[in-house]
Antibody, heavy 122, light 108 residues
Framework: EVQLVQSGAEVKKPGESLKISCKGSAYIFTGYWIVWVRQMPGKGLEWMGMIYPGDSNTTYSPSFQGRVIISADKSISTTYLQWSSLRASDTAMYYC???????????????WGKGTTVTVSS | EIVLTQSPGTLSLSPGERGTLSCRASQSVGSSSLAWYQQKPGQAPRLLIYGASSRPTGTPDRFSGSGSGTDFTLTISRLEPEDFAMYYCQQYGGSRYTFGQGTKLEIK
């Protein structure tokens, strides 16, 4: 079964750094983009960015560019989302998802991780 | 950036009724670029429809998607108790994804 397994919940203080992970299994990890999505408490879904683990090519949403870094280690089928200095406004659920392509310029997310809750509070 | 507007914000229906959810784009979207997701409380989103009208394995056939251009619809033919949830539409264009703000389907 294709799965994306995300790291556990995190509680951090403002200004601290954080790196959360998403590990893929049962498929060719290097062949699919992984997308990161934020969901703030009680709110909708926001696309943050994505990475192609095969060559670590990344694309960021302008809303998140410069605030987070998306990386990958293809040797262990894992992608990461990291912050250098957290803010209270980073408190949210973070999902990773596998991107599929239907045809050129037609993409959707077919497999999702269960999410990582990040709480930033002093 | 293409903005997706879902309506209604909340839809109150009874089991067995037909549900119709709308997703309108601020500019034309390739029909194959529109997807729908279902999210239940405390769970990750789940893909329901891709390419505007295709169902992945596991999506019951009471769910159907339609539309093109700027107007898309998710229809649930006969609501089951497990269908009451949040629903999001999503498109990909201009090297970025956007999501609608969601429709909450609640039991009347």
């Amino acid at each position: 079964e294709v799965q994306l397994v995300q790291s556990g919940a995190e509680v951090k203080k403002p200004g601290e750094s954080l790196k959360i992970s998403c590990k893929g299994s049962a498929y060719i990890f290097t062949g699919y983009w992984i997308v990161w999505v934020r969901q703030m408490p009680g709110k909708g879904l926001e696309w943050m960015g994505m990475i192609y683990p095969g060559d670590s090519n990344t694309t960021y949403s302008p809303s998140f560019q410069g605030r987070v870094i998306i990386s990958a280690d293809k040797s262990i089928s894992t992608t990461y989302l990291q912050w250098s200095s957290l803010r209270a406004s980073d408190t949210a659920m973070y999902y990773c998802a596998r991107q599929r392509q239907l045809e050129p310029l037609s993409y959707y997310m077919d497999v999702w991780g269960k999410g990582t809750t990040v709480t930033v509070s002093s | 950036e293409i903005v997706l507007t879902q309506s209604p914000g909340t839809l109150s229906l009874s089991p067995g009724e037909r549900g119709t959810l709308s997703c309108r784009a601020s500019q034309s979207v390739g029909s194959s670029s529109l997807a729908w997701y279902q999210q239940k409380p405390g769970q990750a989103p789940r893909l329901l429809i891709y390419g505007a009208s295709s169902r992945p394995t596991g999506t019951p056939d009471r769910f159907s998607g339609s539309g093109s251009g700027t107007d898309f619809t998710l229809t649930i033919s006969r609501l089951e108790p497990e269908d009451f949830a949040m629903y999001y539409c999503q498109q990909y264009g201009g090297s970025r994804y956007t999501f609608g703000q969601g429709t909450k389907l609640e039991i009347k």
